[in-house]
């Protein structure tokens, strides 16, 4: 894997007291290998990136400078939690509450909405592709994804509540498209094409508790975990040089490599990486 720091590019380009600017962001992007055409998946943490001017927007205008809306597609994450009463934060907040605030805090819970949820811990970019006029966005209300671009709508189209991140997913559609994942200024541990591997070889189910509008819905699927990404991605950038291209953009580290290499990483190594869980052979 060829990585280059942010001290390689030279202290030219960043638009001064302005922050990037989206001709050099759109530069850096098609250095790092995106094209016009291609389906990529992102996660990014703008801070990384560093001051842009114009912020979220601007980088997502050169993102769809680079891939092109009428041909290339741009996904984003567009998860909740907040709606959830088998969520982390849903656990952390009622760890402190007695029945009768518990009660209350239920029942002020918000129902997902596919048209108006904000995402929750996605960061700025996913949230401004979310809230463009052209995305779509899937339905599943703990983890859906948006999307512009030319296969928006199918990537989008379908959700089911027991596919949280597996193959009938949108996920499962960008394996199919032969979609990259684009990691800027994040690690592998908000990698989510790894979650697509894991559901290929897991056995283990739990159940989910979510309100959709004004009704709960309760369902099972994959017990999903990735505190052991980080060291999946280690070895994946490690055995499979050849598919992970490393490079800057704007004051950011980023990632290029296929959804389909990582899944399938992911189903290979992760038996070994968690020994001790009941695993399909």
């Not at 998946?41 to 993102?63: F, I, K, N």
């Not at 907040?82 to 805090?105: E, F, H, I, V």
């Not at 296969?151 to 996920?171: F, Q, V």
């Not at 999946?232 to 959804?259: I, Q, T």
């Amino acid at each position: 894997m060829d990585v280059l720091s942010s001290a390689d590019t030279g202290a030219c380009g960043t638009g001064g007291d302005r922050g990037w600017s989206r001709e050099r962001l759109s530069h850096d992007l098609a250095a790092l290998g995106l094209s016009r055409g291609m389906t990529v998946l992102v996660h990014c943490s703008l801070r990384r990136v560093g001051l842009v001017s114009g912020g979220a927007e601007t980088l997502r205008a050169a993102l769809l400078d680079v891939l092109d809306a009428e041909q290339g597609t741009l996904v984003v994450p567009a998860q909740t939690s907040s709606n959830s009463q088998t969520s982390a934060a849903y656990r952390a907040a009622a760890a402190s509450l007695d029945g009768l605030r518990l009660a209350a805090y239920v029942a002020a819970m918000p129902g997902f909405d596919r048209a108006t949820s904000p995402s929750e811990g996605m960061g700025v970019l996913a949230e401004s592709v979310r809230r463009d006029p052209r995305a779509h966005r899937s339905a599943h209300p703990l983890t859906s994804f948006a999307a512009v671009g030319a296969c928006a709508a199918e990537i989008c189209a379908e959700h089911p509540l027991t596919s949280l991140l597996g193959k009938d997913s949108p996920l499962g559609r960008l394996r199919e498209m032969d979609a990259m994942v684009l990691l800027l200024g994040v690690g592998f541990d908000k990698c989510t094409a790894f979650h697509l591997g894991e559901n290929e070889v897991l056995v283990g189910r739990r159940r989910y508790v979510c309100k959709v509008g004004d009704s709960w819905e309760v369902f099972a699927d994959i017990a999903h975990r990735d505190e052991d990404f980080a060291e999946l991605g280690r070895r994946f950038a490690h055995d499979e040089p050849d598919a992970v291209r490393g490079g800057p953009v704007g004051g950011a580290e980023a990632l290029l490599f296929p959804v389909r290499t990582a899944a399938e990483y992911a189903a290979r190594e992760l038996p070994e990486l968690r020994l001790g869980f009941l695993y399909t052979t």
